[in-house]
């Protein structure tokens, strides 16, 4: 809790002597703008940018392999640049950031955690890469303006209430064989009116499934065998 609380607080340059960032180091500076992180930084703690209201935009260097649970907990982030280096996006992440408009996940990424993406409002489409294989529960819960996915993986788990509560419109995923959801996965949504999109040679076996609720099933455009 190094600079916990300092509402004072408006920007920061960090040292490259400093290694790690722990637990709740800036989480409640209210008045925090800007910060740079070193590339001598290895690893960010649990709720270290927590409710830093005023954060809008921060980069992570390439020296950190993960984002910690309730990392960026009900930050003001519109943006944020996840290096290559990052394999993990912990629970609750960016859970009520409700200023991030789009995000980037970089392809090491294997795992979202649960209420990953939880309650950010601003959110309207996102693309999740091939190489992550898990949603957590609720990851995209209450995005209420998620209106677009693209699921680039090709084997990949959803947890309960994975996209509850969102505007889902166009849903594209890339799996030959349809994943097990729950029928939580999509409460209240209006999928019944929504477009599915999913490989060539798969639509029946969707139809099939717990995905046969969507509107329209047809094949994804950009489906490579």
């Given at each position: 809790?190094?600079?916990?609380?300092?509402?004072?607080?408006?920007?920061?340059?960090?040292?490259?002597?400093?290694?790690?960032?722990?637990?709740?180091?800036?989480?409640?500076?209210?008045?925090?703008?800007?910060?740079?992180?070193?590339?001598?930084?290895?690893?960010?703690?649990?709720?270290?940018?927590?409710?830093?209201?005023?954060?809008?935009?921060?980069?992570?260097?390439?020296?950190?392999?993960?984002?910690?649970?309730?990392?960026?907990?009900?930050?003001?982030?519109?943006?944020?640049?996840?290096?290559?280096?990052?394999?993990?996006?912990?629970?609750?992440?960016?859970?009520?950031?409700?200023?991030?408009?789009?995000?980037?996940?970089?392809?090491?990424?294997?795992?979202?955690?649960?209420?990953?993406?939880?309650?950010?409002?601003?959110?309207?489409?996102i693309t999740i890469p091939s190489?992550?294989?898990?949603?957590?529960?609720?990851?995209?819960?209450?995005?209420?303006?998620?209106?677009?996915?693209?699921?680039?993986?090709?084997?990949?788990?959803?947890?309960?209430?994975?996209?509850?509560?969102?505007?889902?419109?166009?849903?594209?995923?890339?799996?030959?064989?349809?994943?097990?959801?729950?029928?939580?996965?999509?409460?209240?949504?209006?999928?019944?009116?929504?477009?599915?999109?999913?490989?060539k040679n798969s639509i029946n076996?969707?139809?099939?499934?717990?995905?046969?609720?969507?509107?329209?099933?047809?094949?994804?455009?950009?489906?490579?065998?």
């Amino acid at each position: 809790k190094c600079f916990y609380k300092c509402t004072g607080l408006t920007s920061v340059t960090i040292p490259s002597s400093v290694t790690s960032l722990g637990d709740y180091c800036f989480s409640s500076c209210s008045s925090l703008t800007s910060v740079t992180i070193p590339s001598s930084v290895t690893s960010i703690g649990s709720y270290c940018f927590a409710y830093c209201s005023l954060l809008s935009v921060i980069t992570i260097p390439s020296s950190v392999t993960s984002l910690p649970d309730d990392c960026f907990l009900i930050s003001g982030l519109t943006s944020i640049t996840i290096p290559s280096s990052v394999t993990s996006l912990g629970d609750r992440c960016f859970l009520g950031c409700s200023s991030l408009k789009s995000i980037d996940i970089p392809e090491s990424v294997t795992s979202l955690g649960w209420a990953c993406f939880g309650n950010c409002t601003g959110l309207t489409s996102i693309t999740i890469p091939s190489s992550v294989t898990r949603l957590g529960d609720s990851c995209f819960e209450e995005c209420y303006s998620l209106f677009s996915v693209d699921i680039k993986s090709t084997s990949i788990t959803f947890g309960g209430n994975c996209f509850a509560s969102t505007a889902i419109d166009d849903f594209t995923i890339m799996a030959t064989t349809p994943p097990e959801i729950t029928s939580s996965c999509f409460d209240k949504c209006n999928i019944n009116l929504a477009r599915l999109m999913v490989p060539k040679n798969s639509i029946n076996d969707y139809r099939n499934s717990g995905w046969g609720e969507f509107g329209t099933i047809s094949t994804a455009t950009d489906f490579k065998p």
